[in-house]
């Protein structure tokens, strides 16, 4: 199908743009009432995700209040750990809970390599998804990166440093990798079925980069994301593939060798810095500070436009450095889609 607006694919190409298109990470849920009305309708976030009429629904929300020039595809990335055999529920003003956790090789030989019929709820919303929206923007699928996935199989939960996480990596590192491998598979059937479904583009969220040394994200984290590009890219080589890897800043020119087309930048890192160490070939995304959202319009167009300045006219998706936060005002959210759809150079 055409689409109408494919300002978002081609940024992440590097081909030329009239202006620099526009999305906001966890744009779908969190902020919006209307989203809020349809997710207390229902028993909770789980059925949600697994519902695929409505996880298409809400996907396609932000594109009609918001404007953004993408939907993403409303899931999580704890989908996987589930489709592997670890069940998750996802509890009220406190996050997701795994009733059984991974520390063995017992657990790891138990657990299953997904195959995207195992997400088929996922993958019916993004059918119903690319119908509903018919053609309006490209709709982006998604998934978490291998080593903040193994961080929550290993957790049981979120955390403040995930130390039992990091204390794997450390005390059993042949496990690690064993674990990495079948997430990474899991993750590369799941998401060629997001493409069959029609996802126009991937991001693959690294939200706990940021937490590894230097050598261990080398070691056990870049491989599984490495995989993921090539294994994509072999089948799918025009299909834009960002990654994101939260807190990352110490393996940006890593990150820019990898055979994918965008890399996420969050707030911390330095533009014109990251650009350097990233190459001139790949897109960059990002990267406003979410807080930046509860100041006032005058400051949040300054600022967005000192940012599109600063990333200039080509090879660049706006978007805010990190997921938005749930008690942003959504009007404040509009205002700075507006501010970047309206800027020139
Ligand atoms: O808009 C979108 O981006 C699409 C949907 C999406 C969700 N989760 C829905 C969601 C996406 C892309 C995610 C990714 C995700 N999930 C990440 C990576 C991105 C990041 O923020 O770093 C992570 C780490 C998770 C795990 C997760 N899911 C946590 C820790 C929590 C609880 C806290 C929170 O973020 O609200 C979730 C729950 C979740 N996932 C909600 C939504 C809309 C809120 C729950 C609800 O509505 O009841």
Known sequence: ???QNDL??????????ERTPVWLMRQAGRILPEYRAIRNSLSGFKELVETPGLAAEVTIQPVDILGVDAAIIFSDILVIPEAMGLQYEMIEKKGPWFEKTINSATDIEQLKVAEADDLSYTIDAIKITKERLDGRVPVIGFSGAPWTILSYMIEGSGSKTFSRARRFLYTKPVLAHKLLDKITQSTINYLFGQIEAGANMLQVFDS??????????????????REICEAI???HPELPITVFAKGAYFV??????????????????????????VGSNKTLQGNLDPCLLYSSEETIKAETERMLREFGPQRHIANLGHGVYPDTDPGKVKFFVDTVKEFRF
């Open 1 to 3: 199908m055409e689409l």
């Open 8 to 17: 978002i694919l081609r940024a992440a190409r590097g081909e030329k743009t």
């Open 208 to 225: 706990w980069a940021g937490i590894l040394t230097t050598e261990q994200y080398k070691e056990f984290a870049l491989k599984g994301i």
């Open 233 to 235: 890219k072999a089948k």
């Open 252 to 277: 940006r020119k890593e990150l820019g060798q990898l055979n994918c087309n965008t890399i996420g930048l969050d707030w911390n890192m330095d533009i014109a810095e990251s650009r350097e160490l």
